[in-house]
């Protein structure tokens, strides 16, 4: 039987990635119900022409005369801006892959969630920000949400089903970035391509450089506690530079249950591409004489003090995680961008929760008070951002 498959953030590197395993199954195992982007339009159109979505929808409106141009006369549908996308994760496919990174995906993960149907989850960002409430929705619509982290994918494996109340902790593994084994010193100087160069996954920007700051775990922890109904201390995290055991669960009577692998996100997409069965892939195989040793070490949280804030942001509640979210994505985009230091990204994550008594404390009873939340710490991060960067201009223009 054919499964209808959207993907919203084709675009990106785990939306290639799923679209590279539909492209090797066979013939008519999954038609593309929607297709979405945010501004790379040449790309998304060539998506469309090659994989023929129902609906193909990009984020940003200026673009679309890209779009409009490259898909005419091929009789494919198409829209621009968010109601677009939104149309596109409201449509009735059996699968859906979220993976739009950061909080903008939290609008279009929940309307595919609402549909009652399966969710890959990449967008570990959406449930940092909403947890409870997205896990809420998927109870109310009997949507089936699947891992797709690899850690969490890991995790939901070697569960097998177990209950809550037998698993004593469950460990995520981090490669521990590019910046593993450097000083502060190195770290402070640190450039966006020393930063994006990761050892061992390829992975968008965003991304590579949370897992530099190791913000990433602290996410991916927040992430398991919500998908794992476990509290954080249940929630371990290890660095293993090798990256092939991702996760690990121990169980009461003392055993521990890997998942194994290359560092390759085609095998727990390909986990939840082909739930509840399991489907064939071009990954290369673990040559476990060839890798000799795996090893394993405890994070350091003087160089990696993320972990920590995550933590401390889950366990404050209420706004804390969403502050955590926004002023991280604010952080990290002006670090790309040049306009702040590498080691500025936590300071900034941390001055932000410090000072985000103005941002709604209480509980986040439904998504709009989690737009605002996210809305006013944006703001706030944005602020302590320009502070910064003049700071280090002036200590500049000084020396
Ligand atoms: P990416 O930057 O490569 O791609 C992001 C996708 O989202 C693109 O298609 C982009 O067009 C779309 N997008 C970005 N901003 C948008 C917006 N404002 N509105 C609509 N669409 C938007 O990112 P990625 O590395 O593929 O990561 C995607 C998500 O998956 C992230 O949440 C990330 O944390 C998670 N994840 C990624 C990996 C990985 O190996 N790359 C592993 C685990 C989890
Ligand atoms: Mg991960």
Known sequence: MTRSVSILGATGSVGLATLDLIAAAPAGQYAVTALTANTRAAELAELALRFRPRFTALSDPRQAHVLE??????????????????????????????AIVGAAGLAPTLAAVKRGKVVALANKEALVCAGPLFMESARLSGATILPVDSEHNAIFQALGGSDAASVR??????????????????????????????????????????????????????????????????????????????????????????????????????????????METRVSRLDLPALGTLTFEAPDPQRFPALDLARAAFREGGASPVILNAANEIAVDAFLNGHVGFLDIAAIVADSLEQGEGVARGSLTDFDTVYAADAAARELAVSLVKARARRSASLAQGA
Request: proline share 6%.
């Open 69 to 98: 141009a490259a898909l005419a006369g091929s009789g494919l549908q198409w829209g621009a801006g968010a109601s677009a996308v939104a149309e596109a994760a409201s449509m009735d496919a059996d699968w859906t892959m979220a």
């Open 169 to 278: 902790r469950i460990i995520l593994t981090a490669s521990g970035g590019p910046f593993r084994n450097s000083s502060l010193e190195t770290m402070a100087r640190a450039s966006v391509r020393d930063a994006v160069a990761h050892p061992v996954w390829s992975m968008g920007a965003k991304i590579s450089v949370d897992s530099a700051t190791m913000m990433n775990k602290g996410l991916e922890v927040i992430e398991a506690c919500h998908l794992f109904a476990l509290p954080p201390e249940k929630v371990d995290v290890i660095v293993h530079p090798e990256s092939i055991v991702h996760g690990l669960v121990e169980h009461q009577d003392g055993g521990l249950l890997a998942q194994m692998g290359t560092p390759d996100m085609r095998t727990p997409i390909a986990h939840a591409l082909g739930w509840p069965d399991r």
